[in-house]
T-cell receptor, first 110, second 107 residues
Framework: DVKVTQSSRYLVKRTGEKVFLECVQD?????MFWYRQDPGLGLRLIYF???????EKGDIPEGYSVSREKKERFSLILESASTNQTSMYLC?????????FGSGTRLTVV | KNEVEQSPQNLTAQEGEFITINCSYS?????LHWLQQHPGGGIVSLFM???GKKKHGRLIATINIQEKHSSLHITASHPRDSAVYIC?????????FGKGTHLIIQP
């Protein structure tokens, strides 16, 4: 099974901080994705990546950026955290057999 | 943009009942996914379907490509099946998700 690991389960950050959410997967040829999940809105795609140094905007990229310097690691960056970015963030990897999700990072911005 | 609609939003049933959750999507997709999320838990992929029917234990998923409709069935439901079930459509560039069905199985 593909494993997708998110480094933090819970994070509390202050408004204006730069925040890094880390995600690591153990398959060499994986597409990787960052989603956020909010009550009533469901899961929405922020960014995705097909390969190293490649990134594509999803449905809600504003306020976020990503980094993929190595194939196994896909980082989500909140350049200047705001309270409306308080959410559950989920990383996912994809193979031809489907998607594998990380356990999620619940981020609170105060 | 693909839209994914699920029904019902909430479902409460008694242990042992046969459960059906429905999903409709608006445009062509490469695959339809059924996902499960327990309270406070991560998301687990149950099925990926592009045609026909798949079965895993007490779970069965079907898809009708012409009607753009999929169903998830749970036979002999059990309280441990209580979770949010999410339908999602898409492919290599990501998934579009339904809002989820919150299922509660009472003993």
């Amino acid at each position: 099974d593909v494993k997708v690991t998110q480094s933090s389960r819970y994070l509390v950050k202050r408004t204006g901080e730069k925040v890094f959410l880390e995600c690591v997967q153990d398959m060499d040829h994986e597409n990787m994705f960052w989603y956020r999940q909010d009550p009533g809105l469901g899961l929405r795609l922020i960014y995705f990546s097909y390969d190293v140094k490649m990134k594509e905007k999803g449905d809600i990229p504003e306020g976020y950026s990503v980094s993929r310097e190595k194939k196994e690691r896909f980082s989500l960056i909140l350049e200047s955290a705001s309270t409306n970015q308080t959410s559950m963030y989920l990383c996912a990897g994809r193979t031809d057999y489907g998607y594998t999700f990380g356990s999620g990072t619940r981020l609170t911005v105060v | 943009k693909n839209e994914v609609e699920q029904s019902p939003q909430n479902l409460t049933a008694q242990e042992g009942e046969f459960i059906t959750i429905n999903c409709s999507y608006s445009v062509g997709i490469s695959a339809l996914h059924w996902l499960q999320q327990h309270p406070g838990g991560g998301i687990v992929s149950l099925f990926m379907l592009s045609s026909g029917k798949k079965k895993h234990g007490r779970l069965i998923a079907t898809i009708n490509i012409q009607e753009k409709h999929s169903s998830l069935h749970i036979t002999a439901s059990h309280p441990r099946d209580s979770a949010v079930y999410i339908c999602a459509g898409g492919g290599a560039d990501g998934l579009t998700f339904g809002k989820g069905t919150h299922l509660i199985i009472q003993p």
